[in-house]
């Protein structure tokens, strides 16, 4: 099982942190917060608390943070990432759900990457699904497709061993530049939510045919 350290303290943390913790693994919740994070930790039962001006203790580093925040957040704790896996589970859209923030030949999860050392390795995961949808688990029998990105081949496997402790399935889609594909899907999700399913409860995946 994995050593998980989860930056944020809002809905995603919450719903991965709980997931984790069933799945076998440690888990530490660090927010800006300590009241918050303290709270949060003992609703969920079993999750320590780290201090957000400390090295995180996770193998894996989840960025449960807006993406606004993200690069900030990685920049602040610098060569305490070191060797870590980095896992972006942001959605860098802009305010009107029309495009994106960051540069047009770029992804959140490369702008995240180039404020990480050089040690540590960013894989761009969880981002296409709903808190509420993955908090919720497996739907009708079947476990949901949680889709990644990344360069670093060991890292995506530490990654891809971490969904499956959750019951889910990992789907690697390639190398980083990949996350612009998947931030895309995230934005594709925000559309149909607007224009034809109405709802959030709803995650998309792949179908084996035959």
């Given at each position: 099982?994995?050593?998980i350290s989860i930056i944020g303290l809002g809905n995603v943390a919450r719903a991965l942190a709980a997931r984790a913790l069933a799945g076998g693994n440690a888990v530490e919740i660090?927010?800006?917060?300590?009241?918050?994070?303290?709270?949060?930790?003992?609703?969920?039962?079993?999750?320590?608390v780290g201090t957000a001006d400390a090295a995180p203790a996770g193998d894996i580093v989840v960025l449960a943070v807006p993406y606004a925040g993200a690069a900030a957040v990685v920049?602040?704790?610098?060569?305490a990432l070191q060797g870590k896996v980095i896992i972006d589970v942001t959605n860098p859209v802009t305010p009107d759900f029309q495009g994106f923030v960051t540069p047009d030949d770029s992804s959140g999860a490369q702008e995240?990457?180039?404020?990480?050392?050089?040690?540590a390795h960013v894989v761009k995961?969880?981002?296409?699904?709903?808190?509420?949808?993955?908090?919720?688990?497996?739907a009708e029998g079947r476990?949901?497709?949680?889709?990644i990105a990344g360069d670093d081949a060991q890292a995506k496997a530490r990654v891809s061993a971490?969904?499956?402790?959750?019951?889910?399935?990992?789907?690697?889609?390639?190398?980083?530049?990949?996350?612009r594909a998947l931030e895309n899907v995230g934005?594709?999700?925000?559309?149909l939510i607007t224009h034809s399913v109405k709802h959030a409860n709803f995650s998309l995946g792949v179908t084996m045919l035959g």
């Amino acid at each position: 099982m994995s050593s998980i350290s989860i930056i944020g303290l809002g809905n995603v943390a919450r719903a991965l942190a709980a997931r984790a913790l069933a799945g076998g693994n440690a888990v530490e919740i660090i927010g800006r917060n300590p009241a918050k994070a303290e709270e949060l930790a003992a609703a969920l039962g079993g999750a320590t608390v780290g201090t957000a001006d400390a090295a995180p203790a996770g193998d894996i580093v989840v960025l449960a943070v807006p993406y606004a925040g993200a690069a900030a957040v990685v920049s602040e704790y610098g060569d305490a990432l070191q060797g870590k896996v980095i896992i972006d589970v942001t959605n860098p859209v802009t305010p009107d759900f029309q495009g994106f923030v960051t540069p047009d030949d770029s992804s959140g999860a490369q702008e995240i990457a180039k404020a990480a050392p050089a040690g540590a390795h960013v894989v761009k995961a969880f981002n296409t699904l709903f808190s509420h949808v993955l908090a919720a688990g497996p739907a009708e029998g079947r476990p949901l497709d949680v889709f990644i990105a990344g360069d670093d081949a060991q890292a995506k496997a530490r990654v891809s061993a971490f969904i499956e402790s959750l019951g889910l399935r990992p789907m690697d889609t390639g190398e980083l530049p990949m996350a612009r594909a998947l931030e895309n899907v995230g934005l594709l999700e925000l559309g149909l939510i607007t224009h034809s399913v109405k709802h959030a409860n709803f995650s998309l995946g792949v179908t084996m045919l035959g």
